[in-house]
C-alpha cells in the first residue's frame, strides 16, 4: 500500500510562489517511477478539480487552462517525490490540494479524470490573499 504525503503550503500573498511536494512511500507491487502522478485541488463548497498531471518518466506533463503558464509539475524518481511549483498565485487558487498516484502502472490516459487515481494523500492547503 502506497502512502503519499503532500508539504509545502501555506499562506502566501497573490502573486508570489508556493512549491508543494508528495512523497510517495510505503511497500508497493511496481516502483513509484512506473506511475503517473497528477495533482487535484478542491476549494471550500466546491468540488474537486484537477490541476496538473505528469506522465511516469517525466517527459510529459499536463496542466488545467486556469493554471497553464503559472503551475509547473515535476517529479524526482530517485526520491520518490512528485511537485507542483505554483507562481503568480491568485485568490482564486486557495484551496486544498491533493496528490494521487494513477490506477495502475505506465497508464497515462485521462489524467484529468480523478476516477484514474486510487491513492490519494491528505491534502495540504494553500492560501492566497489579496
Known amino acids: 500500500q502506497v502512502q503519499l504525503v503532500e508539504s509545502g503550503g501555506g499562506l502566501v500573498q497573490a502573486g508570489g510562489s508556493l512549491r508543494l511536494s508528495c512523497a510517495a512511500s510505503?511497500?508497493?507491487?511496481?516502483?513509484?517511477?512506473?506511475?503517473?502522478m497528477g495533482w487535484f485541488r478542491q476549494a471550500p463548497g466546491k468540488e474537486r478539480e484537477f490541476v496538473a498531471a505528469i506522465n511516469w518518466s517525466g517527459d510529459s506533463t499536463y496542466s488545467a487552462d486556469s493554471v497553464k503558464g503559472r503551475f509547473t509539475v515535476s517529479r524526482d524518481n530517485a526520491k520518490n517525490t512528485v511537485y507542483l511549483q505554483m507562481n503568480s498565485l491568485k485568490p482564486e487558487d486557495t484551496a486544498v490540494y491533493y496528490c494521487?498516484?494513477?490506477?495502475?502502472?505506465?497508464?497515462?490516459?485521462?489524467?484529468?479524470?480523478?476516477?484514474?487515481?486510487?491513492?490519494w494523500g491528505q491534502g495540504t492547503q494553500v492560501t492566497v490573499s489579496s
Open positions: 510505503g511497500r508497493t507491487f511496481r516502483p513509484f517511477s512506473t506511475y503517473a
Open positions: 494521487a498516484r494513477a490506477r495502475r502502472p505506465n497508464y497515462y490516459g485521462d489524467a484529468v479524470d480523478g476516477r484514474n487515481y486510487d491513492s
